[in-house]
T-cell receptor, first 117, second 115 residues
Framework: AQTVTQSQPEMSVQEAETVTLSCTYD???????LFWYKQPPSRQMILVIR??????QNATENRFSVNFQKAAKSFSLKISDSQLGDAAMYFC??????????????FGAGTILRVKS | GAGVSQTPSNKVTEKGKYVELRCDPI?????LYWYRQSLGQGPEFLIY????????DSGLPNDRFFAVRPEGSVSTLKIQRTERGDSAVYLC?????????????FGPGTRLTVL
C-alpha cells in the first residue's frame, strides 16, 4: 500500500518570503500522480498543484512550484512571495495511475502554514 | 457553477444513534468519493462510486458504515450505532469520471460529533 509522510506539523513564514513544505511517499509503482491541496478553516479542500510522475519537469502554478525527486520519492512544495491568504493546512496526496488501486487519494497528515505580517 | 455541497454542515448525535450525511456532487460528475478526516489528520478514503455502483468500498471501517447513490447523483453516507470514535469531518468529492487524471472537487464537509 502507498503511504505519504509530511514530517513538518507546522511551518511559519514571513509575508513576501519563500517557504518550502516537505513530503515523501512510498510506492512500488512507476506511474502515479502527486498533489498538494490547501485546506483553509472553511474545510474546503482546494487543489494547489499536480505532478504526473512520468513528467520530469517540475510543475509550477504562479507562486507555487514543486521539487519532484522521483528516485528519492520526494515531492516538496515551494511557495514564493507568501501572502496572508496562503495560511492554511497543506496536504500532500498520492494517486495511483492504475485501476488496481482505484482512484482514491492517499493523504499525508498535513502541515499547518502560518504567515506572519 | 455550483460546487459540491454537503448537508448538514454540522451534526451532533448521541452514541448509538443512526445518522445520514448527504452529498450533492457537481452536476454531470459521474464519480463520487467519500473521505473521513479525523482531528489533526489527513483525509482517509472510505468509498467511491462510478455512477450508481460502489466501485471500491475498501475504506469503509466496518459494517456500521454504508453508502448509497441510487440515481447516480446524490449520495448518502449512513452510519449505524454511532460510536465516539466516528467523530470526524466527512468529506465528499466528485470528478467528471473515475479517471485517474481527473481532478477531484471537494465539498466543505460535514463535521460529525458523537457524544
Amino acid at each position: 500500500a502507498q503511504t505519504v509522510t509530511q514530517s513538518q506539523p507546522e511551518m511559519s513564514v514571513q509575508e513576501a518570503e519563500t517557504v518550502t513544505l516537505s513530503c515523501t511517499y512510498d510506492t512500488s509503482e512507476s506511474d502515479y500522480y502527486l498533489f498538494w491541496y490547501k485546506q483553509p478553516p472553511s474545510r474546503q479542500m482546494i487543489l494547489v498543484i499536480r505532478q504526473e510522475a512520468y513528467k520530469q519537469q517540475n510543475a509550477t502554478e504562479n507562486r507555487f512550484s514543486v521539487n519532484f525527486q522521483k528516485a528519492a520519492k520526494s515531492f516538496s512544495l515551494k511557495i514564493s512571495d507568501s501572502q496572508l491568504g496562503d495560511a492554511a493546512m497543506y496536504f500532500c496526496a498520492y494517486r495511483s495511475a492504475t485501476k488496481r488501486y482505484g482512484n482514491k487519494l492517499v493523504f499525508g497528515a498535513g502541515t499547518i502554514l502560518r504567515v506572519k505580517s | 457553477g455550483a460546487g459540491v455541497s454537503q448537508t448538514p454542515s454540522n451534526k451532533v448525535t448521541e452514541k448509538g444513534k443512526y445518522v445520514e450525511l448527504r452529498c450533492d456532487p457537481i452536476s454531470g460528475h459521474t464519480a463520487l468519493y467519500w473521505y473521513r478526516q479525523s482531528l489533526g489528520q489527513g483525509p482517509e478514503f472510505l468509498i467511491y462510486f462510478q455512477g450508481t455502483g460502489a466501485a471500491d468500498d475498501s475504506g469503509l471501517p466496518n459494517d456500521r458504515f454504508f453508502a448509497v447513490r441510487p440515481e447516480g447523483s446524490v449520495s448518502t453516507l449512513k452510519i449505524q450505532r454511532t460510536e465516539r470514535g466516528d467523530s470526524a469531518v466527512y468529506l465528499c468529492a466528485s470528478s467528471p469520471k473515475a479517471d485517474t487524471y481527473n481532478e477531484q472537487f471537494f465539498g466543505p464537509g460535514t463535521r460529525l460529533t458523537v457524544l
